[in-house]
């Protein structure tokens, strides 16, 4: 049996705009079981939702308040154990697939030969402003990946049972590297994350802009004081949890945050709130006060 018979879609939303119809429209086209949770989105935006609702035939799961990307992803995860599903797709709101993405990933599976070592299939994700269509030609029948170690949630297949092994996602993270700290897990326990590498999910994050700096371009995602607190705070998680069984991962990552401190810098507006709020989350991290921001 193919894994897309037994695969349930989760997409988590919050405050979505109407493109959110047509990313689900698109999903539906590779995958018929959809679980929508929302996180206490504002009217205009349940009116999308309830629009796909009845569009689609999606499950529809109403938080009452923001509670968090894992926590909305466990709710997804639960509802999916409970109706015999083998597997679960995560989805955020603003990702879109492409083209035969499910197809590749289910390739991808067949061809893999340790099946029961295997927790995550992935895509390969691309920033939309950046994508190009005719990448997209003549892959349907690809099967190539490689082992990557993590992987951005959006758009994995995750096999059910994977999660009596390890747990659910971290709620203590509310958002930002949920999707890190649940693939380090994984690999601590021994199974394999595989990336699709004919897979494509086209992906938006945060408000991305490329400056040039000294010869050197310099990215920089626009996120909001209240992201870069989530960001900061949880960074000090997973460098105090894992350092030591993936040291060359964070020294790279470490890295590439002073990088993203030079950009905000330099290139961001609202720097001094929004270094108030690192400074915070990071004295949050070291202090180990978790949960959502107060």
């Not at 409970?82 to 709101?93: E, I, L, P, R, S």
């Not at 009596?164 to 996602?169: E, L, P, S």
Request: proline share 2%; net charge positive; hydrophobic share 40%.
């Amino acid at each position: 049996m193919l894994i897309n018979d037994e695969i349930c879609a989760i997409i988590v939303t919050y405050n979505p705009g109407k493109e959110v119809v047509f990313n689900v429209k698109e999903l539906y086209r590779q995958i018929k079981t959809i679980v929508i949770v929302d996180n206490g989105s504002i009217s205009i935006s349940k009116k999308y939702i309830e629009q796909i609702g009845d569009l689609y035939k999606c499950k529809i799961i109403y938080n009452g308040e923001n509670l968090g990307i894992a926590t909305a992803l466990n709710i997804g995860v639960k509802y999916a154990i409970k109706n015999g599903y083998k597997w679960v797709a995560t989805f955020d709101q603003d990702s879109t697939v492409t083209q035969n993405m499910i197809k590749v990933m289910e390739n991808v599976y067949k061809a893999f030969p340790e099946k029961e070592t295997l927790a995550i299939i992935s895509p390969k994700h691309i920033q939309k402003k950046l994508f190009k269509e005719d990448i997209m030609l003549s892959i349907k029948n690809s099967s190539r990946y490689h082992i990557q170690i993590p992987v951005m949630a959006s758009g994995n297949i995750i096999r059910i049972d994977i999660f009596k092994d390890v747990g659910f996602f971290n709620d203590d993270l509310f958002i930002d590297y949920v999707d890190y700290e649940f693939c380090f897990r994984c690999k601590i326990k021994g199974y394999l994350i595989l990336e699709a590498d004919d897979a494509i999910l086209k992906h938006h994050s945060g408000n991305l802009k490329t400056h040039l700096f000294m010869g050197k371009k310099f990215t920089v995602a626009n996120y909001s004081y209240i992201r870069r607190y989530y960001i900061s705070r949880n960074k000090i998680y997973i460098y105090k949890k894992y350092g030591k069984f993936f040291p060359k991962f964070m020294l790279l990552h470490a890295l590439d945050s002073i990088k993203e401190i030079v950009g905000i810098i330099f290139f961001e507006k609202n720097k001094a709130k929004k270094f108030i709020y690192i400074i915070k989350g990071i004295n949050d991290g070291v202090k180990n006060k978790f949960g959502k921001m107060l």
